[in-house]
């Protein structure tokens, strides 16, 4: 009997780092030069975004090339180094014996699928950079999560990421901590620390508004509202609708507001009384604070026998699992994950190895068009590619990069 050959088959993001491993060798690529962007690389070799950060994460992990988040990826090492570094021991599983650095990551008890999210990205890029991870639960930022940061240093952890914090704050417990832990403590304000002057406090909730609203706006919508969850001391219930009042106005359009308790009667008594603006003609666009809220106000709707999109037509945001599942499914504008992960995972490297962490603002966020929001009903086929002109254009308006391209003339140009 022959005998049957079987031939591994190269993974794309294989390929990725093994060409430019190639390049480095030749001399195509020196060191302290910078790659091309990940938009750049992923045209070149015709591959998606994940990909490329995949094979950039394994020469990152090699210490071949840095990565610095906003700023891009820079050659470390020159030809004359490459075959040393090739010859060292590989990324290991994480949790297996390794001398690889060690990271602590410290969650609060609110854990919902946004944190769900952050947690699984956070997860995925320290095990594909080779990086330790030890996770711990605390309910507060208090003298307990001060003893569990000590105990984690103890164990060998030398930084600690704080992915979360509860409603989009920043407490004085949370910046106690920071000076009194052994180890340096990242928390998760990326988007506002490294803006600087250049942008408002609060500028991403803003451009996460403007992206739906002006999706609304480009199908039509002349009654755009925004649910919400009443919760006093939410900042981000606070920027959000500050950010709505404030399109609103600039739209010349009326404001139609409602902010309801965990109650699905709550949510019942809110449509009644929208009831009037979804019975008329165009039905009523919603922005809701986030995608658990829309899917209330689906179930709401189906109760009172509301047809979405056509009476109801609804935004969520952070691309949640159950949104996906609903019916209809769930627009969304989905948050940035890879980028905050990214972020927070690379300024705890950077106080590890106590080197400077240099970066600027990027949007990460995208619209993704499902059926609740009635675009595929407006636009067709199109659907998809307007919403990604959209991010493309407030990004560009702010003054901030995104890796979402310009691939729809505007509906509402001339």
């Known amino acids: 009997m022959k005998e049957k050959t079987f031939v591994a088959r190269q993974a794309a993001y294989e390929k990725v780092r093994d060409d430019i491993i190639e390049m480095i060798r030749q001399g195509q690529l020196r060191t302290g030069d910078r790659l091309p962007s990940e938009k750049e690389l992923a045209r070149q070799f015709k591959l998606n975004h994940q990909t490329i950060r995949r094979g950039l994460a394994d020469l990152a992990g090699m210490r071949i090339i840095e990565r610095r988040v906003g700023s891009g990826s820079f050659v470390r090492i020159g030809e004359a180094e490459l075959d040393r570094a090739l010859s060292q021991p590989q990324s290991q599983e994480v949790g297996a014996f390794s001398t690889a650095p060690m990271m602590g990551v410290l969650c609060l008890t609110n854990y919902d699928a946004f944190a769900a999210e952050l947690l699984g990205h956070l997860h995925r890029l320290s095990s594909a950079r080779g990086l330790q991870i030890m996770i711990r639960v605390v309910n507060d930022f208090d003298d307990n999560a001060l003893l569990v940061t000590q105990q984690m240093a103890s164990q060998g952890c030398q930084a600690i990421i704080v992915p979360w914090t509860r409603q989009g704050e920043f407490p004085e417990a949370l910046w106690a901590l920071k000076r009194t832990s052994p180890i340096p403590v990242i928390t998760p304000n990326l988007h506002e620390r490294v803006a600087g002057d250049k942008l408002e406090p609060g500028w991403i909730d803003l451009v996460r508004m403007e992206l739906a609203y002006r999706y609304f706006r480009e199908a039509g919508h002349e009654r755009i509202a925004f649910f919400g969850p009443y919760e006093a001391g939410n900042l981000t219930v606070s920027r959000r609708l500050f950010a709505y009042t404030r399109l609103a106005n600039e739209a010349v359009l009326q404001t139609h507001i409602r902010l309801v308790k965990p109650s699905s009667a709550e949510v019942v008594l809110c449509l009644d009384q929208w009831a009037p603006l979804c019975e008329a003609a165009g039905g009523l666009a919603v922005i809701c604070y986030d995608d658990d809220c829309a899917l209330r106000l689906i ?93 493309h254009e407030v990004a560009q308006k702010h003054g901030v990069e995104t890796e979402t391209p310009c691939a729809e003339p505007s509906a509402l140009a001339g």
């Open 299 to 391: 179930a709401g709707a189906h109760k009172k026998g509301l047809r979405v999109p056509e009476d109801l037509a609804l935004v969520g945001f952070n691309n949640v699992a159950l949104g996906k599942m609903a019916d209809p499914p769930l627009t969304t504008v989905e948050f940035g994950y890879d980028r905050l992960a990214e972020g927070l995972v690379e300024q705890a490297m950077a106080h590890i190895e106590k080197r400077n962490f240099a970066s600027r603002p990027v949007f990460g966020e995208r619209m993704i068009v499902r059926e609740s929001c009635g675009g595929v009903q407006r636009f067709g086929t199109s659907a998809q590619r307007i919403a990604d002109r959209i991010v």
